[in-house]
């Protein structure tokens, strides 16, 4: 199914506020295009590093540019296509103190 990526512009914001991020993010936003997951399993097909997070919180945990941006995304599989919502963006750092919190699984900014 494709992806229908909602709160695009979030990572459009991102990358304007943080200019070094702007290539890793349109090489990720290049591959979700074309994406075509079944299951939550297929988005680790084309970001072998993504981390599905547990609780039943249907998020993914994306690492993008070498490990130097984390994006939690929340998943919802449709009939016809997979809704994919940006919930946070931020550095590796900047994750790391989120799931010291244990915020991974509920925090929503956009």
Same mark, same amino acid.
């Given at each position: 199914?494709?992806?229908?990526?909602? #709160?695009?512009? !979030?990572? @459009?914001?991102?990358? #304007?506020?943080? $200019?070094?991020?702007? &290539?890793?993010?349109? @090489?990720?936003? $290049?591959?979700?295009?074309?994406?075509?997951? @079944?299951?939550? $399993?297929?988005?680790?097909?084309?970001?072998?590093? !993504?981390?599905?997070?547990?609780? /039943?919180?249907?998020?993914? &945990?994306?690492?993008?540019?070498?490990?130097?941006? #984390?994006?939690? /995304?929340?998943? $919802?599989?449709?009939?016809?296509? &997979?809704?994919?919502? &940006?919930?946070?963006?931020?550095?590796?750092?900047?994750?790391?103190?989120?799931?010291?919190?244990? @915020?991974?699984? !509920?925090? #929503?900014?956009?």
């Amino acid at each position: 199914m494709k992806i229908h990526l909602i #709160r695009k512009q !979030t990572i @459009e914001e991102f990358t #304007r506020q943080n $200019a070094q991020s702007r &290539v890793s993010f349109t @090489e990720w936003l $290049a591959k979700i295009k074309y994406a075509d997951w @079944e299951k939550p $399993a297929d988005m680790q097909l084309i970001f072998p590093s !993504t981390d599905l997070l547990g609780k /039943g919180s249907s998020r993914a &945990v994306f690492d993008i540019g070498g490990n130097k941006y #984390r994006m939690i /995304g929340k998943y $919802a599989f449709g009939d016809n296509q &997979v809704h994919l919502f &940006v919930c946070w963006i931020g550095s590796h750092a900047e994750y790391d103190k989120l799931c010291n919190e244990n @915020e991974q699984f !509920t925090i #929503r900014n956009y």
